[in-house]
Protein backbone atom coordinates (compact mmCIF):
# COMPACT_ATOMS: atom_id res chain seq x y z
CA UNK A 1 0.00 0.00 0.00
CA UNK A 2 1.24 3.06 -0.97
CA UNK A 3 0.98 6.19 1.52
CA UNK A 4 2.85 9.00 2.07
CA UNK A 5 1.91 10.77 5.27
CA UNK A 6 1.78 14.26 5.60
CA UNK A 7 4.82 16.63 5.91
CA UNK A 8 4.97 16.42 10.04
CA UNK A 9 3.91 12.88 10.10
CA UNK A 10 6.91 11.72 7.56
CA UNK A 11 8.69 10.41 10.63
CA UNK A 12 6.64 8.14 11.97
CA UNK A 13 5.68 6.41 8.52
CA UNK A 14 6.98 3.17 9.79
CA UNK A 15 5.08 3.61 13.12
CA UNK A 16 1.56 3.54 11.49
CA UNK A 17 2.68 0.64 9.14
CA UNK A 18 3.23 -1.21 12.31
CA UNK A 19 -0.62 -0.80 13.60
CA UNK A 20 -3.08 -2.85 13.10
CA UNK A 21 -6.59 -2.01 13.64
CA UNK A 22 -8.51 -5.20 14.58
CA UNK A 23 -12.28 -5.28 14.87
CA UNK A 24 -14.22 -7.82 17.02
CA UNK A 25 -17.71 -8.69 16.09
CA UNK A 26 -18.27 -5.36 14.60
CA UNK A 27 -21.65 -6.64 12.78
CA UNK A 28 -22.61 -3.33 11.47
CA UNK A 29 -21.64 -2.59 7.35
CA UNK A 30 -21.48 1.03 8.32
CA UNK A 31 -19.49 1.21 11.19
CA UNK A 32 -16.86 -0.84 9.52
CA UNK A 33 -16.65 1.78 6.33
CA UNK A 34 -16.24 4.15 9.04
CA UNK A 35 -13.63 3.11 10.67
CA UNK A 36 -11.86 2.06 7.65
CA UNK A 37 -12.53 6.24 7.10
CA UNK A 38 -10.70 7.35 10.47
CA UNK A 39 -8.08 4.92 9.57
CA UNK A 40 -7.28 6.66 5.84
CA UNK A 41 -7.97 9.46 7.47
CA UNK A 42 -4.85 9.37 9.57
CA UNK A 43 -2.42 7.27 7.49
CA UNK A 44 -3.23 3.83 9.36
CA UNK A 45 -3.92 1.14 6.00
CA UNK A 46 -3.98 -2.33 8.05
CA UNK A 47 -7.39 -3.45 9.56
CA UNK A 48 -8.45 -6.93 10.78
CA UNK A 49 -11.81 -7.57 11.28
CA UNK A 50 -13.34 -10.72 13.32
CA UNK A 51 -16.44 -12.41 12.93
CA UNK A 52 -17.69 -15.95 12.91
CA UNK A 53 -19.87 -14.76 9.51
CA UNK A 54 -18.92 -13.00 6.55
CA UNK A 55 -21.67 -10.76 6.01
CA UNK A 56 -21.38 -7.03 7.35
CA UNK A 57 -17.47 -7.28 5.86
CA UNK A 58 -17.97 -8.30 2.69
CA UNK A 59 -20.83 -5.43 2.49
CA UNK A 60 -18.41 -2.87 3.89
CA UNK A 61 -15.80 -3.94 1.45
CA UNK A 62 -18.60 -3.85 -2.00
CA UNK A 63 -19.48 -0.03 -0.86
CA UNK A 64 -18.74 2.40 -3.47
CA UNK A 65 -16.60 4.65 -1.51
CA UNK A 66 -14.66 1.88 -0.19
CA UNK A 67 -11.18 2.88 0.56
CA UNK A 68 -7.74 1.14 0.09
CA UNK A 69 -8.14 0.65 3.60
CA UNK A 70 -11.28 -1.73 3.31
CA UNK A 71 -10.29 -2.98 0.03
CA UNK A 72 -7.14 -4.79 1.61
CA UNK A 73 -8.58 -5.24 5.04
CA UNK A 74 -8.46 -9.23 6.20
CA UNK A 75 -11.20 -11.56 7.90
CA UNK A 76 -10.79 -13.63 10.20
CA UNK A 77 -12.22 -16.39 12.25
CA UNK A 78 -10.82 -15.77 16.20
CA UNK A 79 -8.91 -12.69 17.98
CA UNK A 80 -6.38 -15.65 18.27
CA UNK A 81 -5.66 -16.21 14.32
CA UNK A 82 -5.97 -11.82 13.82
CA UNK A 83 -3.80 -10.97 16.33
CA UNK A 84 -1.28 -14.00 15.89
CA UNK A 85 2.00 -12.03 14.42
CA UNK A 86 1.71 -9.53 16.47
CA UNK A 87 4.02 -8.52 19.14
CA UNK A 88 1.86 -6.38 21.22
CA UNK A 89 -1.64 -6.59 21.70
CA UNK A 90 -3.73 -3.61 23.09
CA UNK A 91 -7.38 -4.24 23.79
CA UNK A 92 -9.72 -1.22 24.22
CA UNK A 93 -12.83 -0.58 26.75
CA UNK A 94 -14.76 1.04 28.13
CA UNK A 95 -14.19 0.05 31.57
CA UNK A 96 -17.71 0.07 32.50
CA UNK A 97 -18.60 -2.37 35.52
CA UNK A 98 -16.70 -5.19 34.22
CA UNK A 99 -13.46 -6.49 36.58
CA UNK A 100 -10.89 -5.73 34.75
CA UNK A 101 -7.85 -8.23 35.17
CA UNK A 102 -5.02 -6.91 33.20
CA UNK A 103 -3.22 -3.18 34.01
CA UNK A 104 -4.87 -0.65 32.32
CA UNK A 105 -4.28 2.74 30.80
CA UNK A 106 -5.82 5.74 29.60
CA UNK A 107 -5.25 6.98 26.12
CA UNK A 108 -2.42 9.39 26.44
CA UNK A 109 -0.17 7.42 28.66
CA UNK A 110 -1.10 4.12 26.60
CA UNK A 111 -0.68 5.94 23.17
CA UNK A 112 3.19 6.96 24.83
CA UNK A 113 3.66 3.65 25.45
CA UNK A 114 2.22 2.36 22.61
CA UNK A 115 4.80 4.52 20.67
CA UNK A 116 8.14 4.07 22.85
CA UNK A 117 7.53 0.23 22.53
CA UNK A 118 7.04 0.41 18.80
CA UNK A 119 10.37 2.50 18.65
CA UNK A 120 12.11 -0.38 20.20
CA UNK A 121 10.18 -3.53 19.32
CA UNK A 122 9.54 -3.78 15.06
CA UNK A 123 7.33 -6.31 15.61
CA UNK A 124 3.44 -5.66 14.90
CA UNK A 125 0.59 -3.93 17.29
CA UNK A 126 -2.81 -4.85 17.17
CA UNK A 127 -5.02 -2.40 18.81
CA UNK A 128 -8.25 -4.30 19.88
CA UNK A 129 -11.78 -2.90 20.01
CA UNK A 130 -14.77 -4.88 20.45
CA UNK A 131 -18.85 -4.33 19.17
CA UNK A 132 -20.23 -0.82 20.24
CA UNK A 133 -23.15 -2.92 22.25
CA UNK A 134 -21.03 -5.31 24.50
CA UNK A 135 -16.95 -4.30 24.00
CA UNK A 136 -14.33 -7.24 24.20
CA UNK A 137 -14.87 -9.96 26.50
CA UNK A 138 -12.87 -11.16 29.09
CA UNK A 139 -11.83 -13.89 26.87
CA UNK A 140 -10.95 -11.86 24.36
CA UNK A 141 -9.35 -9.28 26.16
CA UNK A 142 -7.27 -12.11 27.89
CA UNK A 143 -5.16 -11.69 24.30
CA UNK A 144 -4.01 -8.60 25.56
CA UNK A 145 -1.15 -7.37 26.92
CA UNK A 146 -2.70 -4.62 28.90
CA UNK A 147 -5.46 -2.43 27.90
CA UNK A 148 -6.72 1.20 26.79
CA UNK A 149 -9.45 3.21 28.15
CA UNK A 150 -10.92 6.76 26.63
CA UNK A 151 -11.70 8.64 29.04
CA UNK A 152 -15.13 10.09 29.35
CA UNK A 153 -17.21 12.52 31.14
CA UNK A 154 -19.16 10.73 34.21
CA UNK A 155 -23.02 12.20 34.89
CA UNK A 156 -25.01 10.94 37.94
CA UNK A 157 -27.08 8.09 36.98
CA UNK A 158 -25.32 6.80 34.17
CA UNK A 159 -23.21 3.78 34.84
CA UNK A 160 -21.83 2.54 31.44
CA UNK A 161 -20.21 5.15 29.35
CA UNK A 162 -19.66 4.47 26.01
CA UNK A 163 -18.55 5.67 22.26
CA UNK A 164 -19.76 5.18 19.01
CA UNK A 165 -17.10 2.87 17.30
CA UNK A 166 -15.95 5.05 14.58
CA UNK A 167 -15.11 8.01 17.07
CA UNK A 168 -13.71 5.90 19.41
CA UNK A 169 -10.92 4.85 16.73
CA UNK A 170 -10.85 7.82 15.08
CA UNK A 171 -10.06 9.57 18.90
CA UNK A 172 -7.27 7.14 19.32
CA UNK A 173 -5.67 6.92 15.87
CA UNK A 174 -5.78 10.60 16.32
CA UNK A 175 -3.88 10.69 19.50
CA UNK A 176 -1.47 7.40 18.52
CA UNK A 177 -0.30 9.98 15.80
CA UNK A 178 -0.15 13.56 17.25
CA UNK A 179 3.61 13.30 18.19
CA UNK A 180 6.55 12.23 16.58
CA UNK A 181 7.89 9.40 18.23
CA UNK A 182 11.64 9.77 19.86
CA UNK A 183 13.30 8.35 16.80
CA UNK A 184 12.15 8.38 13.14
CA UNK A 185 12.44 5.55 10.52
CA UNK A 186 16.21 6.23 10.26
CA UNK A 187 17.18 6.85 13.65
CA UNK A 188 15.27 4.08 15.24
CA UNK A 189 16.87 2.30 18.20
CA UNK A 190 20.01 0.49 16.75
CA UNK A 191 19.14 -3.53 17.19
CA UNK A 192 15.55 -3.42 17.75
CA UNK A 193 15.00 -6.36 19.34
CA UNK A 194 11.54 -8.51 18.28
CA UNK A 195 9.28 -9.43 20.81
CA UNK A 196 7.62 -13.24 20.85
CA UNK A 197 4.13 -12.72 18.42
CA UNK A 198 1.43 -13.40 20.29
CA UNK A 199 0.95 -17.61 18.25
CA UNK A 200 4.17 -17.98 20.10
CA UNK A 201 2.68 -16.65 23.22
CA UNK A 202 -0.59 -18.68 22.41
CA UNK A 203 2.10 -21.95 22.20
CA UNK A 204 3.65 -21.01 25.41
CA UNK A 205 -0.22 -20.93 27.29
CA UNK A 206 -1.18 -23.82 25.47
CA UNK A 207 2.37 -25.41 27.10
CA UNK A 208 2.12 -23.87 30.92
CA UNK A 209 -1.52 -25.15 30.98
CA UNK A 210 -0.63 -28.83 30.09
CA UNK A 211 1.89 -27.80 32.76
CA UNK A 212 -0.36 -26.93 35.64
CA UNK A 213 -2.22 -29.98 34.56
CA UNK A 214 -0.10 -31.94 34.55
CA UNK A 215 1.30 -30.72 37.78
CA UNK A 216 -1.97 -30.66 39.83
CA UNK A 217 -1.07 -27.24 39.85
CA UNK A 218 -4.39 -26.18 39.01
CA UNK A 219 -6.29 -28.89 41.76
CA UNK A 220 -4.36 -26.87 43.95
CA UNK A 221 -4.74 -23.24 42.68
CA UNK A 222 -7.48 -23.64 40.58
CA UNK A 223 -8.34 -19.56 41.22
CA UNK A 224 -4.85 -18.82 39.32
CA UNK A 225 -5.14 -21.43 36.78
CA UNK A 226 -8.15 -21.34 33.98
CA UNK A 227 -7.10 -20.97 30.70
CA UNK A 228 -7.50 -17.18 30.65
CA UNK A 229 -5.84 -16.57 33.83
CA UNK A 230 -2.88 -18.70 32.25
CA UNK A 231 -3.03 -16.62 29.13
CA UNK A 232 -3.26 -13.17 30.90
CA UNK A 233 -0.15 -14.85 33.12
CA UNK A 234 1.94 -15.47 29.60
CA UNK A 235 0.79 -12.00 28.39
CA UNK A 236 2.25 -9.99 31.43
CA UNK A 237 6.26 -11.31 30.77
CA UNK A 238 7.88 -9.95 28.65
CA UNK A 239 9.05 -12.74 25.81
CA UNK A 240 11.53 -12.05 23.47
CA UNK A 241 11.35 -13.49 19.33
CA UNK A 242 14.55 -15.19 20.33
CA UNK A 243 13.63 -16.67 24.37
CA UNK A 244 10.21 -18.02 23.35
CA UNK A 245 11.44 -21.28 21.88
CA UNK A 246 14.01 -21.63 25.21
CA UNK A 247 10.90 -21.31 26.83
CA UNK A 248 8.76 -23.23 25.50
CA UNK A 249 11.48 -26.12 25.49
CA UNK A 250 12.00 -25.63 29.12
CA UNK A 251 8.20 -26.29 29.54
CA UNK A 252 8.16 -28.99 26.67
CA UNK A 253 10.99 -30.27 28.99
CA UNK A 254 8.57 -30.43 32.23
CA UNK A 255 6.04 -32.41 30.18
CA UNK A 256 8.02 -34.55 29.41
CA UNK A 257 9.62 -35.49 32.47
CA UNK A 258 6.07 -35.97 34.00
CA UNK A 259 5.69 -38.35 31.16
CA UNK A 260 3.48 -35.91 28.84
CA UNK A 261 3.37 -35.76 25.43
CA UNK A 262 3.23 -32.03 24.82
CA UNK A 263 0.04 -31.34 22.42
CA UNK A 264 0.89 -28.58 20.01
CA UNK B 1 -27.37 21.58 33.00
CA UNK B 2 -26.18 19.10 35.56
CA UNK B 3 -22.76 17.34 34.74
CA UNK B 4 -19.94 15.93 36.68
CA UNK B 5 -17.14 15.87 34.96
CA UNK B 6 -14.61 12.54 35.19
CA UNK B 7 -12.41 13.00 38.20
CA UNK B 8 -9.69 13.95 35.99
CA UNK B 9 -11.29 16.95 34.33
CA UNK B 10 -12.88 18.26 37.40
CA UNK B 11 -10.66 20.87 37.43
CA UNK B 12 -11.69 21.88 33.91
CA UNK B 13 -15.16 21.68 34.25
CA UNK B 14 -15.73 25.91 33.68
CA UNK B 15 -13.60 25.49 30.52
CA UNK B 16 -16.09 22.84 29.35
CA UNK B 17 -18.92 25.25 30.01
CA UNK B 18 -17.59 28.14 28.07
CA UNK B 19 -17.40 26.19 24.47
CA UNK B 20 -20.23 26.00 22.55
CA UNK B 21 -20.23 23.33 19.52
CA UNK B 22 -22.08 25.25 16.34
CA UNK B 23 -23.45 23.15 13.45
CA UNK B 24 -23.63 24.83 10.51
CA UNK B 25 -25.59 23.29 7.34
CA UNK B 26 -25.55 19.84 9.23
CA UNK B 27 -28.72 18.23 6.68
CA UNK B 28 -28.40 14.84 7.98
CA UNK B 29 -30.19 14.10 11.91
CA UNK B 30 -27.82 10.91 11.89
CA UNK B 31 -24.78 13.45 11.94
CA UNK B 32 -26.17 15.75 14.54
CA UNK B 33 -26.83 13.21 16.54
CA UNK B 34 -23.32 11.51 16.77
CA UNK B 35 -22.02 15.44 17.36
CA UNK B 36 -24.30 14.92 20.50
CA UNK B 37 -23.18 11.98 21.46
CA UNK B 38 -19.07 12.52 21.31
CA UNK B 39 -20.29 16.17 22.70
CA UNK B 40 -21.77 14.10 25.78
CA UNK B 41 -18.81 11.44 25.83
CA UNK B 42 -16.16 14.11 26.30
CA UNK B 43 -18.44 16.33 29.15
CA UNK B 44 -19.46 19.54 26.50
CA UNK B 45 -22.89 20.34 26.70
CA UNK B 46 -23.48 23.01 24.73
CA UNK B 47 -24.54 22.74 20.92
CA UNK B 48 -25.93 25.29 18.30
CA UNK B 49 -27.28 24.36 14.92
CA UNK B 50 -27.84 26.90 12.65
CA UNK B 51 -30.01 25.94 9.45
CA UNK B 52 -32.22 27.69 7.12
CA UNK B 53 -34.35 25.43 7.48
CA UNK B 54 -35.72 23.24 10.85
CA UNK B 55 -36.24 19.92 9.70
CA UNK B 56 -33.65 17.66 10.44
CA UNK B 57 -32.65 19.87 13.37
CA UNK B 58 -35.82 18.71 15.06
CA UNK B 59 -35.65 15.44 13.58
CA UNK B 60 -32.64 14.35 15.17
CA UNK B 61 -33.99 16.40 18.77
CA UNK B 62 -36.71 13.47 18.69
CA UNK B 63 -34.94 10.72 18.29
CA UNK B 64 -35.76 8.34 21.25
CA UNK B 65 -31.81 8.10 22.67
CA UNK B 66 -31.26 12.19 22.01
CA UNK B 67 -29.35 12.93 25.00
CA UNK B 68 -29.53 16.32 26.97
CA UNK B 69 -27.22 17.28 24.72
CA UNK B 70 -29.70 17.18 22.26
CA UNK B 71 -32.71 18.28 24.45
CA UNK B 72 -30.98 21.80 25.06
CA UNK B 73 -28.96 22.56 21.64
CA UNK B 74 -30.03 25.49 20.01
CA UNK B 75 -31.25 26.70 17.15
CA UNK B 76 -30.24 29.50 14.89
CA UNK B 77 -30.78 31.06 11.42
CA UNK B 78 -27.50 32.65 11.16
CA UNK B 79 -24.05 32.22 11.69
CA UNK B 80 -24.37 35.97 13.13
CA UNK B 81 -26.78 34.78 14.97
CA UNK B 82 -25.43 31.53 16.90
CA UNK B 83 -22.18 33.25 17.92
CA UNK B 84 -23.45 36.78 18.58
CA UNK B 85 -22.46 36.06 22.32
CA UNK B 86 -19.23 34.48 21.57
CA UNK B 87 -16.44 36.62 22.35
CA UNK B 88 -14.13 34.10 20.57
CA UNK B 89 -15.03 32.10 17.45
CA UNK B 90 -12.98 29.42 16.13
CA UNK B 91 -13.49 27.99 12.77
CA UNK B 92 -12.80 24.57 11.73
CA UNK B 93 -11.58 23.69 8.16
CA UNK B 94 -10.11 20.33 5.89
CA UNK B 95 -8.40 23.37 4.08
CA UNK B 96 -8.09 21.19 0.78
CA UNK B 97 -7.61 24.12 -2.05
CA UNK B 98 -9.47 26.47 -0.42
CA UNK B 99 -7.84 30.59 -0.27
CA UNK B 100 -8.03 30.88 3.14
CA UNK B 101 -7.72 34.21 4.85
CA UNK B 102 -7.24 33.99 8.11
CA UNK B 103 -5.01 32.65 10.61
CA UNK B 104 -4.64 28.82 10.47
CA UNK B 105 -3.68 26.24 13.48
CA UNK B 106 -2.85 22.64 13.71
CA UNK B 107 -5.34 21.35 16.31
CA UNK B 108 -2.76 20.59 19.19
CA UNK B 109 -2.05 23.91 18.72
CA UNK B 110 -5.74 25.40 18.35
CA UNK B 111 -6.39 23.45 21.45
CA UNK B 112 -3.99 25.06 23.44
CA UNK B 113 -4.59 28.67 22.68
CA UNK B 114 -8.37 28.33 23.45
CA UNK B 115 -7.51 26.85 26.72
CA UNK B 116 -5.06 29.15 27.17
CA UNK B 117 -7.57 32.11 26.14
CA UNK B 118 -10.88 30.65 28.10
CA UNK B 119 -8.53 30.96 31.65
CA UNK B 120 -7.94 34.53 30.52
CA UNK B 121 -11.12 35.76 29.77
CA UNK B 122 -14.55 34.76 30.65
CA UNK B 123 -16.65 34.80 27.37
CA UNK B 124 -18.00 31.70 25.44
CA UNK B 125 -15.93 30.05 23.00
CA UNK B 126 -17.89 29.04 19.57
CA UNK B 127 -16.42 26.38 17.65
CA UNK B 128 -17.60 26.28 14.03
CA UNK B 129 -18.03 23.07 12.13
CA UNK B 130 -19.52 23.17 8.61
CA UNK B 131 -21.85 20.21 6.17
CA UNK B 132 -19.26 17.08 5.93
CA UNK B 133 -19.88 18.26 2.09
CA UNK B 134 -18.90 21.80 1.78
CA UNK B 135 -17.27 22.53 5.01
CA UNK B 136 -17.55 26.43 5.61
CA UNK B 137 -17.94 29.26 3.20
CA UNK B 138 -15.57 32.02 3.18
CA UNK B 139 -18.37 34.25 4.60
CA UNK B 140 -19.12 32.07 7.29
CA UNK B 141 -15.65 31.52 8.48
CA UNK B 142 -15.19 35.16 8.40
CA UNK B 143 -16.95 35.34 11.68
CA UNK B 144 -14.35 33.46 13.25
CA UNK B 145 -11.47 35.01 14.75
CA UNK B 146 -8.88 32.32 13.81
CA UNK B 147 -9.12 29.02 12.30
CA UNK B 148 -8.19 25.07 13.24
CA UNK B 149 -7.40 22.18 10.90
CA UNK B 150 -6.89 18.24 12.15
CA UNK B 151 -3.78 17.39 10.16
CA UNK B 152 -4.60 14.16 8.40
CA UNK B 153 -2.59 11.99 5.96
CA UNK B 154 -2.08 13.00 2.59
CA UNK B 155 -2.31 10.09 -0.58
CA UNK B 156 -0.72 10.65 -3.94
CA UNK B 157 -3.80 11.80 -6.27
CA UNK B 158 -6.31 12.59 -3.57
CA UNK B 159 -6.37 16.74 -3.34
CA UNK B 160 -9.11 17.31 -0.38
CA UNK B 161 -8.62 15.11 2.72
CA UNK B 162 -11.91 15.59 4.94
CA UNK B 163 -13.42 13.92 7.84
CA UNK B 164 -16.84 12.24 9.12
CA UNK B 165 -18.43 14.95 11.18
CA UNK B 166 -18.62 13.56 14.42
CA UNK B 167 -15.62 11.92 13.87
CA UNK B 168 -13.78 15.33 13.73
CA UNK B 169 -16.01 16.70 16.17
CA UNK B 170 -14.62 13.54 18.43
CA UNK B 171 -11.42 14.05 18.14
CA UNK B 172 -11.44 18.24 18.19
CA UNK B 173 -13.20 17.93 21.63
CA UNK B 174 -11.00 15.13 22.82
CA UNK B 175 -7.98 17.34 22.33
CA UNK B 176 -9.70 20.28 23.85
CA UNK B 177 -10.56 18.35 27.15
CA UNK B 178 -6.94 16.26 26.56
CA UNK B 179 -4.90 18.56 29.46
CA UNK B 180 -5.98 20.41 32.42
CA UNK B 181 -5.54 24.02 31.90
CA UNK B 182 -3.35 26.00 33.56
CA UNK B 183 -5.66 27.44 36.15
CA UNK B 184 -8.47 25.66 37.26
CA UNK B 185 -12.02 27.31 38.01
CA UNK B 186 -10.77 28.13 41.78
CA UNK B 187 -7.66 29.11 40.38
CA UNK B 188 -8.52 31.27 37.45
CA UNK B 189 -6.77 34.57 36.84
CA UNK B 190 -7.97 37.31 38.95
CA UNK B 191 -9.82 40.18 37.34
CA UNK B 192 -9.86 38.50 33.95
CA UNK B 193 -11.47 40.21 31.50
CA UNK B 194 -14.21 39.90 28.82
CA UNK B 195 -13.26 40.08 25.40
CA UNK B 196 -16.17 41.95 23.12
CA UNK B 197 -18.78 39.25 21.85
CA UNK B 198 -19.57 38.54 18.12
CA UNK B 199 -22.39 40.84 18.78
CA UNK B 200 -20.33 43.78 19.56
CA UNK B 201 -17.46 43.01 16.97
CA UNK B 202 -20.24 42.92 14.44
CA UNK B 203 -22.07 46.14 15.38
CA UNK B 204 -18.07 47.95 14.64
CA UNK B 205 -17.78 46.00 11.46
CA UNK B 206 -21.22 47.80 10.42
CA UNK B 207 -19.87 50.34 11.42
CA UNK B 208 -16.68 50.21 9.97
CA UNK B 209 -17.95 49.58 7.00
CA UNK B 210 -19.75 52.39 6.62
CA UNK B 211 -16.84 54.45 7.33
CA UNK B 212 -15.06 53.10 4.49
CA UNK B 213 -17.90 53.95 2.26
CA UNK B 214 -18.62 57.36 4.07
CA UNK B 215 -14.71 58.10 3.39
CA UNK B 216 -14.58 56.75 -0.24
CA UNK B 217 -11.82 53.82 1.32
CA UNK B 218 -13.99 51.46 0.03
CA UNK B 219 -13.14 53.22 -3.70
CA UNK B 220 -10.01 54.19 -3.23
CA UNK B 221 -8.99 50.62 -1.51
CA UNK B 222 -11.70 48.15 -3.06
CA UNK B 223 -9.56 45.30 -2.75
CA UNK B 224 -9.49 45.61 1.13
CA UNK B 225 -12.82 46.85 1.54
CA UNK B 226 -15.36 44.30 1.24
CA UNK B 227 -17.45 43.27 4.32
CA UNK B 228 -15.77 39.66 4.69
CA UNK B 229 -12.33 41.51 4.63
CA UNK B 230 -13.72 44.22 7.16
CA UNK B 231 -15.75 41.63 9.40
CA UNK B 232 -11.90 39.63 9.37
CA UNK B 233 -9.83 42.84 9.99
CA UNK B 234 -11.91 43.61 12.76
CA UNK B 235 -11.81 39.69 14.36
CA UNK B 236 -7.95 40.09 14.01
CA UNK B 237 -7.70 42.62 16.39
CA UNK B 238 -8.42 42.10 20.25
CA UNK B 239 -11.18 44.09 21.65
CA UNK B 240 -12.44 43.53 25.20
CA UNK B 241 -16.19 44.28 26.20
CA UNK B 242 -15.36 47.56 27.89
CA UNK B 243 -13.13 48.70 24.95
CA UNK B 244 -15.94 47.80 22.20
CA UNK B 245 -18.40 50.96 23.21
CA UNK B 246 -15.43 53.30 22.76
CA UNK B 247 -14.08 52.18 19.80
CA UNK B 248 -18.10 51.90 18.28
CA UNK B 249 -18.42 55.85 19.85
CA UNK B 250 -15.46 57.06 18.07
CA UNK B 251 -16.43 55.64 14.44
CA UNK B 252 -19.88 56.65 15.29
CA UNK B 253 -18.79 60.26 15.61
CA UNK B 254 -16.43 59.96 12.17
CA UNK B 255 -19.66 59.04 10.40
CA UNK B 256 -21.84 62.07 12.26
CA UNK B 257 -18.66 64.29 11.47
CA UNK B 258 -19.21 62.82 7.62
CA UNK B 259 -22.69 63.81 7.63
CA UNK B 260 -23.78 60.04 7.49
CA UNK B 261 -26.11 58.93 10.42
CA UNK B 262 -24.87 55.68 11.55
CA UNK B 263 -27.42 52.28 11.12
CA UNK B 264 -27.22 49.70 13.78
Not at 105 to 125: T, W, Y
Not at 142 to 147: E, V
Not at 159 to 175: D, F, K, T, Y
Not at 237 to 242: E, H, P
Amino acid sequence: VSILASDEHTEIHSFREQLIVVLVRARNPGNIGSVARAMHDFGFANLRVVNDFPVPFEAAKSAVDASEVMRTAGSYASVAEAVADCTLVVGTTAVGERDLRQELLQLPQAAQRIRAESAMDAGRVGLLFGSEKTGLSNAELSYCHWLLTIPMAKYPGMRHPSMNLGQAIAVCLWELGREAPQTGPEGLTPNRTTSADSAALERMTTLLIQVADATEYNRRHAANADPEQIRRLVRRIGVDSGDAPVWMGLLRQILWKLGRQPRE
